[in-house]
DNA sequence: TTCTGGCACTCACATGCTCGGAGTGCCAAT
DNA sequence: ATTGGCACTCCGAGCATGTGAGTGCCAGAA
């Protein structure tokens, strides 16, 4: 691949990203110092659509990249562009108040949509390796109960349960009996434990069951790993030929079991970078036309994924570099924590 | 105003509503059953045109509605369809499985989209006359701790305070004091046994007043009562003029003070009714050309807003009453629940 | 070999035009 | 009060035309 091909490349893509219009030999060698003539860059025009890294919308027009070409600019031709002082400082300040894990988590997408002018995604940290702190059991109704499950970061899990007739004392007996038998276990430590506890008890088993069923069930759930979006009305920044296409996205964003595999397959391909998935790479039909730019984030007992989804003819070097700088600092933030 | 104007007005507006283009006299006879002739109507629609109710987009083309033409409409010519079949059962299927409140808020706002076919808005149910139940104290680093506010109502509060070296003893200590002076009491009693309670203690008040300060807080900030939102694709079901003016409303959707505010003063002018706001009518600009359908529902305890929102032109009656079938269905599931 | 200038060629797109048709307003007659 | 008739308006589809940006290719220069 000649150096000067790439230089081509670059340059097509850069000034598509910006216009959003098919970019011709002239207008190339007036806007960039490529120092030769515009007849050598169709040649070299001619060869990088051969190889499928631009297409022609239709004869005698520009060139446009193809999901090739972006690919080839990610890899190997990005200079990541470093933040602005007002983009680091705005990173800084945004998550400077946040209080619990809720606020941090919809703050860090507010900040990611804002800075990148995108649909921002974050995934809530899923806590790994955590003990249970403390289960408590609510009296909502005579015939049900909540459950509470509190873990040593922080998370709070809760279900309703359905019990006819209690009494408070019933509730504190077992709130007491649950406590003793899980507080500072593992989640699978903890289940076990249940069941011995349910084995234990011999009186009324029908009774237990429902209750230790219940946390069962809760301790080795999948801790609920929700995605939060902002950033939506940025899909509108992209014009009418963007827009039209817009249903899919939408509903994609909808889709909380989407976004998680989503962000989690091609965040699994890089692990410990920023991962671009560009077009048609996308697993998913209804994204074709999308890229995605996401990153893991966070201390490795609570990790989790964030990103951003946007057209295809992003701003890469600007996405990707926003996207590392969030990742970083909220991870950051939440080791220290 | 004439009965048969009203007639014309309402022929208009369903025939508006399904075909999306202006309406003509001829066009308009022949689909209903007005026993007279299009210069009749023509004469009819002059006048509803002068007093407000029509206008022409151009001089030689069909009537639409205007925005008080709509409100007329709604006012004194809808009889509200009633749900098929199918609607009831999806209510209550859609309902049956569901586990605890954060469960049953998005249920019901996917049931809507879905129902409505348009954006659906629902707010988790705020709480009022609550009593408090427990008060639990999870220390999540050397230096900070994470309290924990549950209601009689299973409503979940949280909040992370900063407390420079504490020992689990302390906050054992720390939680027996809280919850004897807070537990069984509304809110603001607590509130009050808690500044009583730092009266008393005089031993290091600058620490305890660090947590006293974070729960009585939470107990008197507003419960916090999110909006949670579904069905935005939906907005690209209205055909390409509508797309066009889809930008300021994901804007609005994602401001959930906008959305409380929305909701809130809809409803609060129709208590006890499905509250309707055209177009114009709604105080927010960028949602000139929307309307709401909104309507309260819950008990009285634990009472808040739904609603949907589309284009000035979406099909009321069917809204409606997917609306109030709603809010009915669950009000009476979070009543028995 | 690589680059360049020149040249013929191709389309998309904007402009200007006509024309049909849907729809109106008005009026005189019922 | 309603109706049929009629002249009028104006949108939008269809077509022809011209322009310009951009291309591919080729022969000659470096």
């Not at 000034?15 to 011709?24: H, K, L, N, S, W």
């Not at 110092?33 to 239709?58: C, F, K, W």
């Not at 962000?263 to 697993?283: K, S, T």
């Amino acid at each position: 691949m000649d150096d000067r091909k790439l230089m081509v490349l670059r340059a097509i893509v850069t000034d598509y990203v910006q216009t959003r219009e098919p970019v011709g030999s002239k207008a190339l060698v007036e806007r960039h110092q490529l120092d030769v003539s515009p007849a050598t860059i169709r040649n070299d025009m001619a060869v990088l659509e051969d190889e499928g890294y631009l297409i022609q919308p239709h004869t005698s027009a520009g060139r446009i990249p193809t999901d090739k070409g972006y690919r080839l600019f990610v890899d190997r031709l990005t200079t990541i562009k470093p933040l602005s002082g007002a983009e680091r400082r705005a990173i800084t300040t945004f998550l400077a108040g946040a209080a619990d894990i809720d606020d941090i988590v919809h703050r860090t997408v507010r900040l990611l949509a804002q800075l990148t002018q995108q649909v921002a995604l974050v995934q809530y940290p899923a806590a790994r390796s955590t003990t249970i702190r403390h289960v408590e059991l609510v009296s909502l109704h005579p015939d049900r109960v909540l459950v509470i499950l509190i873990d040593s970061t922080g998370r709070i899990d809760q279900r309703t349960l359905i019990l006819p007739v209690h009494t408070d004392a019933e509730l504190d007996g077992w709130r007491d009996r649950l406590n003793r038998a899980v507080i500072g276990l593992t989640p699978s430590m903890a289940g076990e434990s249940l069941t011995k506890l349910s084995e234990e008890l011999v009186e009324d088993p029908a009774r237990a069951s429902i209750i230790i069923d219940a946390v069962h069930a809760m301790l080795v759930a999948d801790p609920s790993s929700a995605v939060v979006v902002a950033g939506v009305p940025n899909l509108t920044r992209y014009g009418a030929a963007y827009e039209t296409a817009i249903g899919p996205v939408l509903e994609a964003l909808e889709e909380q079991v989407v976004l998680l595999r989503l962000l989690g397959d091609a965040v699994a391909e890089h692990p410990g970078d920023v991962a671009v998935r560009i077009g048609q790479e996308n697993p998913y039909v209804s994204l074709r036309g999308t890229s995605l730019v996401a990153s893991g984030y966070g201390p490795s007992e609570a990790w989790a994924t964030l990103g951003v989804v946007g057209p295809t003819y992003m701003d890469y070097p600007s996405t990707i570099a926003a996207v590392r700088a969030v990742a970083r600092y909220v991870g950051r933030f939440l080791a220290e924590g």
